[in-house]
């Protein structure tokens, strides 16, 4: 999961080296966090939080596969 928010990430910003994903895991619970270069941030985020909610629906596919549950926090710069 945190391999294809880094490919999901590094695919929309204009700097991909600045995207950095931490992965904290809890029993059956995995939250990741996502940080991009703050000029990235709008291309994470999209209109809205569109682009946002798109790559955290990926997400929680990609977690119900595996049988946890996943959480994407993206952080300000």
Not at 3 to 23: C, F, G, Q, T
């Given at each position: 999961?945190?391999?294809?928010?880094?490919?999901?990430?590094?695919?929309?910003?204009?700097?991909?080296?600045?995207?950095?994903?931490?992965?904290?895991?809890?029993?059956?619970?995995?939250?990741?966090?996502?940080?991009?270069?703050?000029?990235?941030?709008?291309?994470?985020?999209?209109?809205?939080?569109?682009?946002?909610?798109?790559?955290?629906?990926?997400?929680?596919?990609?977690?119900?596969?595996?049988?946890?549950?996943?959480?994407?926090?993206?952080?300000e710069p």
């Amino acid at each position: 999961m945190k391999a294809m928010i880094e490919y999901i990430a590094r695919s929309l910003v204009e700097k991909p080296e600045a995207v950095v994903v931490n992965e904290f895991r809890s029993g059956d619970r995995v939250r990741l966090e996502l940080s991009v270069a703050r000029e990235d941030m709008g291309r994470v985020i999209g209109k809205s939080g569109r682009v946002a909610n798109a790559i955290r629906t990926l997400l929680r596919v990609a977690a119900e596969r595996e049988g946890v549950q996943a959480t994407l926090d993206v952080l300000e710069p």
